[in-house]
């Protein structure tokens, strides 16, 4: 029996070409008692029409047309209209396993979790999918820095509605990196979390979404200001020096490899100013990174090509990225032979 009700809320914006696949990947979930919340957030092409003509022809639909407001506004105003137990936020150009909300409610039922997060799948436009495991891989860390350690995105774990706004927790607007600055923070309001190691949802990686747009990319530091907000989320909460390992090792990821990755694919002048800045503000406020426990876990090659960027050796960072992979594929095939 599906005892309560969960709400989904799509944030939607010129996804046309995917939209069709998120929404009926909703509608044939094996449970049934959803509330389904279309976002169409002043998408200029058709999304907003085939919001409407789903909305005819299934009752557990509701369509919110709103001006554009960036994807944290359009996941906030779902939320606002959400009336389930629990809600999930799925990207629209994502889609889910048939049975995903189906696991979710079977362990909400196990004990009135706040946060229920599960594994995905990376989704390439080719077909190809491969798993990312963000439950199982931090087995054996306390639940709390577990949950500081997991992929930072809003939509591989399911909401408890009453826990989000009895504490206001909602998106920073205006920004683009918001799960960044919204996912760790909520581990300063709960210790209820439960973890279902199964993957439940497709993250479609795409050359024209937001986050690989070279627009995007070349224009938007907001990765600086999300972290900023998540540092100022935990001193105000009076958590920052408990949980310092973990806030250093999600800048080292998000500042450093990141930033450094970026500059390879794109090849830009901003992205070295980029980078320098990154490091001056690991030097600064966390002098000591190269030391951090979860850092020193990493692999050799990730240290070694952080220590071509910190050195200002660009080319030779490239050089060893494009080399490195090559090299251990000519190993293999050497094994193999023996």
Known sequence: MEKFLISLVVPIYKVEKYLKRCIES????????LEIIL???GSP???????DEYAKKDERIVVIHKENGGL?????????????????????DD?????????????????????ICFNYYNYLENGISYEMDNVSKYADIEYDKKFMLSQLTAWS????ISFLKQNNLLFKEKIIYEDLAFVPSLINYTKNIGYVNEFLYYYTIRENSIMTSKVFNINRDDKFIALETLEKTFEINKSFEKYKKEIEYIHIKHLLVAYSSELLKYQRKIYVSRIKKAFEIMN???????????YKNEKKS????????????YFLGKIFCYTIPKISLLRKKFLNKK
């Open 26 to 33: 909703i509608l044939n979930q094996t449970y049934k008692n």
């Open 72 to 92: 944290s506004s359009a996941r906030n105003a779902g939320l606002e209209r959400a009336k389930g137990k629990y809600v999930l936020f799925v990207d629209s």
């Open 157 to 160: 774990r399911a909401y408890k």
């Open 39 to 41: 976002v169409d957030d």
């Open 284 to 294: 600064e406020k966390y002098p000591s990174w190269e030391k951090n426990e979860y």
């Open 302 to 313: 990730t240290k070694i090509f952080l220590g071509f960027m910190k050195s200002n050796l």
């Open 45 to 51: 092409d058709n999304c907003g029409k085939m919001c």
């Open 95 to 115: 889609f889910l396993v048939e049975n995903g909300v189906e696991i979710v409610s079977k362990k909400a039922l196990e004990k009135e979790y706040d946060l």
